[in-house]
């Protein structure tokens, strides 16, 4: 919310300035008013991008994800959307990112983010970020392949966490996520 109320007052301010170089009549000629006008056309659509792809992360996290609603990672995500995990390992394509997704919710069915604290991007909306809370309870066994598992703790993990998009056309193409997975063991009872 600051960073539309801060680009409404950037188009405030610079529309109070253009009007001030009017040419000394009561209004602004034709080409200045022209001029505004485009200016502030310009700095509406910046600021509707960036509260667009802000809000589409909103409805991401807080409904897509947390409702394991994977058909519409679509809505969000370009179709070879590049996915840095915290671990380091790196994705290509939605198939690949949304089985990963899937796996988080194998041992922690209900594995959910309600809230973004922090919300930002930049001015044309191309970079966001978001910081939210991964919350969630260990209670099935977490596959760790050949056949074997860990049995569940019981416990539960509530994780700061934060994603930075890089957009392009309305999609992500690029995807970070940082949540500390040190924390995140020690709180589910496998930390040594």
């Known amino acids: 919310m600051k960073t539309n109320q801060s680009i409404r007052a950037i188009i405030l301010l610079l529309t109070v300035a253009m009007t001030g170089c009017s040419n000394g009549n009561s209004g602004n000629s034709a080409g200045m008013q022209a001029k505004i006008d485009s200016m502030q ?11 667009n792809h802000l809000t589409k992360f909103d409805t991401l996290d807080f409904t897509v994800f947390t409702r394991q609603e994977w058909v519409r990672f679509h809505e969000t995500h370009s179709k070879d959307i590049v996915v840095t995990f915290p671990d380091g390992h790196q994705t290509k394509g939605l198939p690949r990112h949304i089985k990963d997704m899937e796996a988080m919710f194998v041992y922690a069915p209900d594995t959910r983010i309600k809230v973004h604290p922090i919300r930002f991007g930049n001015n044309t909306g191309e970079w966001t970020c978001v910081t939210g809370v991964m919350e969630g309870t260990f209670t099935k066994p977490m596959p760790l392949g050949n056949g074997k598992f860990i049995q569940p703790t019981g416990k539960s993990f509530k994780i700061p966490m934060c994603t930075v998009g890089h957009w392009k056309n309305g999609l992500m193409i690029e995807e970070s996520l940082f949540w500390d997975n040190k924390t995140y063991m020690d709180q589910m009872g496998l930390g040594k």
């Open 41 to 51: 056309n310009v700095l509406k659509t910046m600021s509707d991008t960036l509260e």
